[in-house]
Nanobody, 114 residues
C-alpha cells in the first residue's frame, strides 16, 4: 500500500516563495505520474503541475513561469517550488500519484496574504 506524506505548506506574503514536498512510501517501479493539485475555498480541485517518471512536466497556465515541479526517483519524492506567490494561489495543495491505482495525500494548506 502506497502512502503520500506532504509537507511545506504555510503562510507567506504575496511575492514570496514556498517549497512543497511529497514523499511516497512503499516500492514504486515503472512508469508513474506524480503531481500537485490544489483546491481553493468554494472551487473545484485543479491540476497545478505534474511530472512523470521520465521527467516530462505539465503545468497549469496560471502557474507557468512561477512554479517548478521536480522529483527524486530514488526517494520517491516530488517537489513543488512556488515563487512569486499570489493571493489567488491560496489553496489546499494535494499530492497525487498515479501508479496502477490513484493515490492522494491529505493535503497541505498554502495561504498567501496580500
Amino acid at each position: 500500500q502506497v502512502q503520500l506524506v506532504e509537507s511545506g505548506g504555510g503562510l507567506v506574503q504575496a511575492g514570496g516563495s514556498l517549497r512543497l514536498s511529497c514523499a511516497a512510501s512503499g516500492s514504486i517501479f515503472g512508469f508513474n505520474v506524480m503531481g500537485w493539485y490544489r483546491q481553493a475555498p468554494g472551487k473545484q480541485r485543479e491540476l497545478a503541475a505534474s511530472i512523470n517518471s521520465a521527467g516530462v512536466t505539465n503545468y497549469a497556465n496560471s502557474v507557468k513561469g512561477r512554479f517548478t515541479i521536480s522529483r527524486d526517483n530514488a526517494r520517491n519524492t516530488v517537489y513543488l517550488q512556488m515563487n512569486s506567490l499570489k493571493p489567488e494561489d491560496t489553496a489546499v495543495y494535494y499530492c497525487r500519484l498515479i501508479y496502477g491505482m490513484d493515490y492522494w495525500g491529505n493535503g497541505t494548506l498554502v495561504t498567501v496574504s496580500s
